[in-house]
């Protein structure tokens, strides 16, 4: 079920992607990074992308590693998020997207992504994995 976001948080994302939409990427250093749940369950469930951690891995399991977990974002009787799906890693201060074997894959801006292939991540994208979508913002 999707859901309204809030208006800040709202506010904030459209703004984004205005900037994005204008080729204008941002500063990174120094602002709040996260991905927010724009298709799952709990729409607007804000994941926030600490700056002392150096890779996320979005998948669907408490176990150890799994930084992003979408547990809660899908249906249980439509489970198409693998338990070690996608990783973000830092590089400076640029994020990357990979496909970590998954199988059903991982989509940016609804391009696939495979393993071994890190695409830049930029603000108002969008990540697709299983049926949930989450996009990256900043404020």
């Not at 204008?22 to 607007?44: A, D, I, N, W, Y």
């Not at 609804?110 to 890190?118: E, H, M, T």
Request: overall charge negative; hydrophobic content about 35%.
């Amino acid at each position: 079920m999707e859901g309204v976001l809030e208006p800040d948080l709202a506010n904030i994302l459209e703004k984004n992607r205005q900037l994005q939409n204008l080729g204008k990427v941002p500063e990174l250093s120094g602002k709040e990074q996260f991905l927010v749940v724009v298709r799952g369950t709990q729409t607007e469930a804000k994941y926030p992308l600490d700056k002392a951690i150096q890779e996320w891995i979005i998948g669907r399991t408490e176990g150890p590693g799994v930084v992003i977990d979408l547990t809660n974002q899908e249906d249980p009787s439509r489970i198409w998020v693998s338990r070690r799906h996608a990783l973000i890693t830092k590089d400076y201060d640029q994020l990357f997207l990979e496909d970590l074997n998954s199988s059903n894959g991982t989509y940016l801006n609804s391009i696939r992504v495979y393993p071994g292939d890190k695409k830049q991540l930029k603000i108002g994208d969008q990540i697709q994995v299983g049926n949930v979508c989450l996009e990256f913002g900043c404020i």
